[in-house]
C-alpha cells in the first residue's frame, strides 16, 4: 500500500457518506452529550456509568457510525451521543465555518482534503496525542501524511474509494471497466453519479489524462465540458446512500462508493458489481478533527480513543463496509474480510489509483462554477 505522503492515502459512504461519507461526503444537525471526567470517574459503584451532563456535538456522514458502537460508548462512559449528519465535505465545511464562533460541534470527520484546507484556514485545534492511548493501533501508512504531519489536526477513521457500480440484472459488467463507459449513449438515462463535485470532476479529468487533482482551469474546463456530453446518461446525483438508486431500480449503473456497494450486496443486491476503473479509482480517507471552538474537547479525545480500539474499529468496518486504517482491526477480521478486494485492493489496484488532496481556494472556485452550470444545465 502507498504511503499517504506520496498519493494522499475514502465518503466518503461517506458509508452513505458517502464519501461516506466519505467521500462524503452529505447536511445534518446533532448533540452528543459526553463526559469531560475519566471512565473511572464516570464509573458508578455498581460498575455501571454515571449519567454525564456534558453535551458533545458529532458531524459525519450519514449511515458512517454503527449504533452498536454509540450504543457501547454511551454505556461505558455514560456520555449521551446525539449523532448530526452532512452529504458533503462542503456542507460539512459551509456549516462549520458559519457556527465557528457558536461552537455547535465538538467532533467532525472530513475526508483528508478538507482537513488540510480546515487546519490552514485555522478552523481546526491541535488534538492532544496523549489522550489518545490507542493512536498506536494506526497502520502507519495512513498516519504523519503530507495533508497533516504528525496528525496535529486529525486521526483516520476510514479510507475507501469512489468507483464503477453495475448492476448486473441490467447491464453485463463484463462491459463495463472504463470511467469512459458511462458516455455509451445506450445508457441514457441510467447512470448515477455522485453529488460531489471533486469526485465527479475527478473522475472527468482521470478521462482525459489529467490528474484528479488538477488546478489547471484549462483542464477543469475540459473536464466540464466532458461531462456536459454524459448529462444525457445522468439518472440522478445522490451521495446520501449511493446504493439505494442501484437498489431501488432507478439506475442501472454509475459511480458509487465502494462500501456502499459492499452493504448493497448484503441488503440484496448481490448483483450489484463493484470495479475499480481502468484509468483509475478515485481514493479517500475520512478523519476525525475538532473544531477550533469545540466546548467538549476532553469527551471528544475519549471518543476517538474509544474508535481507536481494535474491537471497535473492527466492528465498524465490518457493519460499514470501508477499509480500516487501523492494522490492529484488521488482525481481528475474518478472512474474507480481510480478503475482499472490493473493501481492500490489491497493490496494483492502488498503484493505479488517486487520493485526493486539497486543490487551493482558487481552483476550488473554478471547479464550483462549473458545477453549478454543469447542474442547472441539464
Known sequence: MTHLSSSHLPARTAASVGRLMPKAL???????????????????????????????????WS?????????????????????????????????LKLLDESSQYDLAIPSTYYVEKMAKEGLLQE??????????????????????PENKYSIPYMWGSTGLAING???DPATVNSWNDLWDPKYKGQVMLTNDVREVFGMA????????????PDEIKAAYEKLTTLMPNVKTFNSDATRMPYIEGETALGMTWNGEAVMANDEGLTSLVYK???????????????????????????????????ENAKIVSEEIGYASPNMA???????????????????????NAEFQ??????????????????????
Not at 479529468?205 to 489547471?216: F, K, R
Not at 488532496?357 to 441539464?378: F, H, N, P, S
Open 276 to 310: 475499480y476503473p481502468s484509468e483509475g479509482a478515485i481514493l479517500w480517507m475520512d478523519n476525525f478533527v475538532i473544531p477550533k471552538n469545540a466546548k467538549q474537547v476532553d469527551a471528544a479525545h475519549k471518543f476517538i480513543d474509544y474508535l481507536l480500539r481494535p
Open 63 to 95: 449511515e458512517y457510525m454503527p449504533q452498536e458502537i454509540l450504543d457501547g460508548f454511551e454505556e461505558e462512559t455514560g456520555i449521551n451521543v446525539n449523532y448530526t449528519t452532512f452529504d458533503s465535505n462542503e456542507a460539512m465545511y459551509a456549516k
Open 205 to 216: 479529468l482521470l478521462t482525459l489524462g489529467y490528474s484528479g487533482n488538477s488546478s489547471d
Open 329 to 351: 482491526a484488521r488482525e481481528l477480521m475474518d478472512e474474507d474480510v480481510r480478503n475482499n478486494a472490493t473493501i481492500y485492493p490489491s497493490k496494483d489496484v492502488l498503484a
Open 169 to 171: 440484472d441490467t447491464v
Open 357 to 378: 488532496e486539497d486543490v487551493g481556494d482558487e481552483a476550488l472556485q473554478v471547479y464550483q462554477q462549473y458545477w453549478d452550470k454543469l447542474k442547472t444545465g441539464r
Open 26 to 60: 452529505l447536511a445534518m444537525t446533532v448533540g452528543l452529550a459526553l463526559a469531560s471526567c475519566s471512565n473511572s470517574d464516570n464509573a458508578a459503584a455498581d460498575g455501571s456509568a454515571a449519567t454525564s451532563d456534558v453535551t458533545l456535538n458529532l458531524y459525519n
Open 127 to 148: 488534538l492532544d496525542k496523549s489522550k489518545l492511548s490507542n493512536f498506536k493501533n494506526l497502520d502507519t501508512s495512513f498516519t504523519n501524511t503530507k495533508v497533516d
